[in-house]
Antibody, heavy 122, light 109 residues
Framework: EVQLVESGGGLVKPGGSLRLSCAAS????????INWVRQAPGKGLEWVSS????????HYADSLKGRFTISRDNAKNSVYLQMNSLRAEDTAVYYC????????????????WGQGTVVTVS | EIVLTQSPGTLSLSSGERATLSCRAS???????LAWYQQRPGQAPRLLIY???NRATGIPDRFSGSGSGTDFTLTISRLEPEDFAMYFC??????????FGGGTKVEMK
C-alpha cells in the first residue's frame, strides 16, 4: 500500500522548536518530490515547503521567513521538517504529500497524503 | 502570487442533486495547472481532479472539472451521501509558491 505517515507533532511553547518526520512506504520514494502542507484549526490548506528527489530543489512559502528547514533521507524513505522560532500562528495539522508526477521537481498536484500530525504552539 | 477565490462558501444540497463549485484565479493561469481536492471531517485531503479536467485514480465519473483562464468549475453530477465534504482548488503553476482556495463546504440540505 502506498503510504505516508507523519510523526513528531506535539505541544511546544512559543519560540521553541520541533522536528516533524514523514515516513514513506509502498512506492519508490527517491523518485518523488515531497511536500509539507498545513491546515490551521477550522481553516484552509497552506503549502509550506517542497523538496525534490535529490534535494537539489527546495522551496518554502514566503510566510515562513527562514524559520523552517526541509530535508530528506532517501536511504530511510523519509522527509523531515525542522521548525524553529515557533509562533502561535504555526498551530496546525501538518501533512506531508507526494507529487503526482515522478521525477518532476516543479509544482504539481498531490496524489498521496499522510494522515497529518498536530502541532500546537502555546 | 496567484490568489484563488472559491464560491460559494457553503452549498446546501440534497443527495441526487447536482453541485457546481467555482474557483476563480486573480490572474489567468491558462488551462492546465489546476487541481481539486475533497476533504472529509478528520481526514486528509484527497485528490479528485488534476490538470483542470483529469480525474485522479479511483475517482468516480460523477466528478468532473472544467475551465480555463481565471474561471474553473468542479461539478458533481449527482451527490452521493459520501460527497458532503469540503472542497479545495489548488493552482500549481510553473514555480512556487503553490496556492489553495479557501474552500467550499457542500452540506446536506
Amino acid at each position: 500500500e502506498v503510504q505516508l505517515v507523519e510523526s513528531g507533532g506535539g505541544l511546544v511553547k512559543p519560540g521553541g522548536s520541533l522536528r516533524l518526520s514523514c515516513a514513506a512506504s509502498g512506492f519508490t520514494f527517491s523518485s518523488y518530490t515531497i511536500n509539507w502542507v498545513r491546515q490551521a484549526p477550522g481553516k484552509g490548506l497552506e503549502w509550506v515547503s517542497s523538496i525534490s528527489t535529490t534535494s537539489a530543489y527546495i522551496h518554502y512559502a514566503d510566510s515562513l521567513k527562514g524559520r523552517f528547514t526541509i530535508s530528506r533521507d532517501n536511504a530511510k524513505n523519509s522527509v523531515y521538517l525542522q521548525m524553529n522560532s515557533l509562533r502561535a500562528e504555526d498551530t496546525a495539522v501538518y501533512y506531508c504529500a507526494r507529487h503526482l508526477t515522478d521525477f518532476w521537481s516543479g509544482p504539481d498536484a498531490f496524489d498521496v497524503w499522510g494522515q497529518g500530525t498536530v502541532v500546537t504552539v502555546s | 502570487e496567484i490568489v484563488l477565490t472559491q464560491s460559494p462558501g457553503t452549498l446546501s444540497l440534497s443527495s441526487g442533486e447536482r453541485a457546481t463549485l467555482s474557483c476563480r484565479a486573480s490572474q489567468s493561469i491558462g488551462s492546465r495547472y489546476l487541481a481539486w481536492y475533497q476533504q472529509r471531517p478528520g481526514q486528509a485531503p484527497r485528490l479528485l481532479i488534476y490538470a483542470v479536467s483529469n480525474r485522479a485514480t479511483g475517482i468516480p465519473d460523477r466528478f468532473s472539472g472544467s475551465g480555463s483562464g481565471t474561471d474553473f468549475t468542479l461539478t458533481i453530477s449527482r451527490l452521493e451521501p459520501e460527497d458532503f465534504a469540503m472542497y479545495f482548488c489548488q493552482h500549481y503553476g510553473s514555480s512556487p509558491p503553490l496556492s489553495f482556495g479557501g474552500g467550499t463546504k457542500v452540506e446536506m440540505k
